[in-house]
């Protein structure tokens, strides 16, 4: 290494440069072993400081790693991403680089408030210079953002409940986690099958057994699964059934109440879509509905806000919730105060011209969604929706399969998902029936997208 | 209900108002029914819309409740907290309104740098328009966040690793929580006897049994302990054992590294006090002697930035993490995007000045804290400590209970803990321990506060 102690340019900075070259030209092939911190600065006749800075840089470039044993070594430039962090995938199969994405879950860019959150960021650390950060929060969470949740739940979602019933949780995996906490480990929890993979997991990996409810032929099986299944906890999506897209009938609701109240059971009702209803009144909550206390309800900021701030909320009914007390008395809050200060101010000032705007928005490539599909499709498919969510299924009845379907999308610069894992077995799913998503994909490119899509399916 | 419309007090701010003083004066007694917003709006002759803005801030400042079934109804003031949450109290006994609190856990107000992070919440939310909150975040964490951490582990700490092997977590116990996912429910954790209470609460909750080792008698019994327990995963904390301080001997480090390999167990060493030594260098982490891939190693950011970011992090033995691969495959994340994003920069840019400013304060701190109690109290107590973290434990030896000890200290205006909590068995506990912590006292009153405590324990 040659180091010109003259030079305008500082010496960690030579070292970088130098290391950085030879990495990148070859000079250190992958895997080869680099100067140790030590060796490098006796031999160049600095501080180690400045060759960590150095080596620093290029740890956080990728350009070197460090390695149990071996100290310093070059990186394989090929497995570098530059800037991509590995992201999990949450549906599956598509290649992440089809020119027109009908991914679900993730939100257009854009949607995230950014200029309202670092003011009212600002606003919250200035006021108290930060104190909440630096004591223990309550693990039940913020009482002001509770207070605004339960407002809202009582003045627009019809559901009676205090700010005490709210439990500000850590996204919807880690409420069901959480509230599982409640139960007997040996209690079987109920699941709409198909159902919320996500969930599944979460009930999975806590070590509960899951008993498959059959949503199919109009719920026709449901209530029968439900009896046999000796469930003291079930999982439902009333309001837009996952991924079905079914509204639960209300006769059914009344007889999932009863089953509750004579099984001394309880039902967590899932209302991840609320906030996005796009035709006529939809069904109020199953919550409105339970005088027996059975429902614990959930709800989401992951669609209206951010899925990467990890907040939704539990209301619990007063049982759950004094069983809740009594488990997590002592422990610690999982969602950070300050993010819970900073939504709890916005839902107080901006929450609702927010969620208007994301309203409008979502109902608009609703209708573009469902407007192309109906003018380039026809009756070549099925469209399953329920004017909610953001989200619907399309089959094709020619009997290609989802794997030929998705392939096929894939090879017109398409993306679409796959349904079959949602059932709890793959074979009683329906063939050809793939999840055309648009919450990620921007307006413009809907109709443009369903086109190609038309084109690779059909062949126009 | 007497509204002015001429008035230039908005309407829904006389309702407020008129409400508010009719809660406040007992006019609406505790429990009783308030007026319903439709049934208000009508009588008053406005839109449910005011009603609903004044009931809102009648709820948030808890003057109203919103009770099912009930409506809305006055609450009781006698029960109004004024502006202060229902916060969990970590230690227990003590009265929180002490003159000198030696409490531990929570931070001294200004630890955490307000300033700081504001603008680089700023920059991140500048910098790409805040587009990583709008898709979901990696469940291992973000790439930077981790590249940082684990190049501090590497030139820091001895404990060679990369990037990969750092997992972000939420907190000790949410990360303890997680680990258990990758072992069979039927394992066995031993911890240590005295332990940490937060940790055995968390293998509790998820329904681990746990075996207690013994730490007394300078750990004579810990390894028999340990072998007769059967357990596949051991929860330690060798640099300062809690609540004890006692550090682990080395051989035993030999012992206990031996018995993970031969068992084929693992364990996990919590090293949250690596941050914080007064004295003489400390023996290493037993991280960088594992040449098996036993260990486990967990960090935490709660001394040094925040208890309330709920952020720390595992670092894993390759066995563990491919485990974790397959366990939290597709698992959504647990830390927010922005806060991991925030807390990578400002490991970048401002954390290691950072972390100074808080170890001289500690230090300062553990001197007048020490010296106090030996100036003050001299041969009446014995104090254990071992020059590192953040409290320590002071026993009188005349026979007194902690019980009678904590009450005396609280007669006199001075809050410390009771340890028998951490004992498996509370009678195994020593007579007459205390644990005083030195995080969230101000360092000027830590000399009238051991003063304060030496004149209500010894009558001076």
């Keep these: 290494m040659h180091i010109d102690e003259r030079s305008d340019e500082p010496i960690y900075q030579q070292i970088y440069r130098q290391i950085h070259d030879g990495v990148e030209t070859g000079a250190y092939p992958p895997g080869s072993r680099l100067p140790s911190i030590r060796g490098l600065a006796d031999d160049v006749g600095c501080s180690r400081n400045t060759v960590?800075?150095?080596?620093?840089?290029?740890?956080?470039?990728?350009?070197?790693?460090?390695?149990?044993?071996?100290g310093y070594v070059a990186c394989d430039l090929a497995l570098v991403s530059p800037s991509a962090p590995e992201r999990p995938v949450m549906l599956g199969e598509p290649a992440p680089c089809a020119r027109y994405d009908f991914t679900y879950g993730d939100l257009e860019p854009g949607t995230f408030p950014a200029a309202a959150w670092r003011a009212l960021t600002d606003d919250v650390l200035l006021s108290v210079e930060g104190v909440g950060c630096d004591a223990y929060n309550d693990?039940?969470?913020?009482?002001?953002?509770?207070?605004?949740?339960?407002?809202?739940?009582?003045?627009?979602?019809?559901?009676?409940?205090?700010?005490?019933?709210?439990?500000?949780?850590?996204?919807?995996?880690?409420?069901?986690?959480?509230?599982?906490a409640l139960f007997d480990p040996r209690d079987v929890v109920a699941m709409e099958d198909p159902g919320y993979g996500g969930v599944r997991a979460a009930v999975e990996r806590a070590r509960f057994a899951v008993a498959p409810c059959r949503v199919g032929d109009d719920y026709a099986h449901f209530l029968d699964d439900l009896d046999a299944s000796g469930a003291r906890l079930a999982y439902v999506t009333p309001s837009s059934q996952f991924p079905t897209c079914q509204v639960m009938p209300a006769a059914l609701r009344a007889r999932l109440l009863e089953w509750a109240r004579d099984r001394d059971a309880f039902i967590l009702e899932d209302d991840y879509c609320r906030d996005f209803r796009y035709r006529e009144r939809a069904l109020p909550p199953l919550a409105t509905m339970d005088r027996d206390g059975r429902v614990a309800y959930m709800g989401t900021f992951s669609k209206s806000l951010s899925p990467?701030?990890?907040?939704?909320?539990?209301?619990?009914?007063?049982?759950?919730?004094?069983?809740?007390?009594?488990?997590?008395?002592?422990?610690?809050?999982?969602?950070?105060?300050?993010?819970?200060?900073?939504?709890?101010?916005?839902?107080?000032?901006?929450?609702?011209?927010?969620?208007?705007?994301?309203?409008?928005r979502n109902r608009r490539k609703y209708e573009a969604l469902t407007g192309a599909l109906r003018e380039e499709m026809g009756d070549r498919v099925d469209v399953l929706e329920n004017g909610t969510g953001l989200h619907l299924l399309v089959r094709v009845r020619d009997g290609r399969t989802e794997e030929e379907l998705?392939?096929?999308?894939?090879?017109?610069?398409?993306?679409?998902?796959g349904t079959k894992r949602y059932w709890a077995r793959a074979s009683a799913a329906p063939a050809g029936c793939v999840l055309v998503g648009f919450s990620a994909i921007a307006e413009e490119d809907i109709a443009p997208g369903v086109r190609a899509l038309t084109a690779a399916w059909f062949g126009e």
């Design 139 to 180: 693990p039940a969470g913020e009482p002001e953002l509770r207070a605004e949740v339960a407002w809202r739940l009582t003045t627009q979602r019809g559901i009676d409940c205090t700010p005490d019933q709210v439990i500000i949780q850590g996204g919807t995996c880690s409420g069901v986690r959480n509230l599982l």
């Design 308 to 360: 990467a701030l990890r907040m939704n909320y539990l209301m619990l009914p007063p049982t759950l919730l004094e069983r809740w007390r009594a488990v997590f008395e002592g422990a610690y809050a999982e969602v950070p105060w300050l993010n819970q200060a900073v939504l709890g101010q916005f839902m107080h000032d901006g929450w609702d011209r927010h969620l208007r705007r994301i309203q409008v």
């Design 52 to 70: 960590e800075a150095a080596y620093r840089m290029l740890v956080a470039e990728g350009y070197v790693a460090s390695r149990p044993g071996s």
């Design 406 to 417: 998705i392939e096929a999308a894939r090879a017109g610069g398409v993306a679409v998902y």
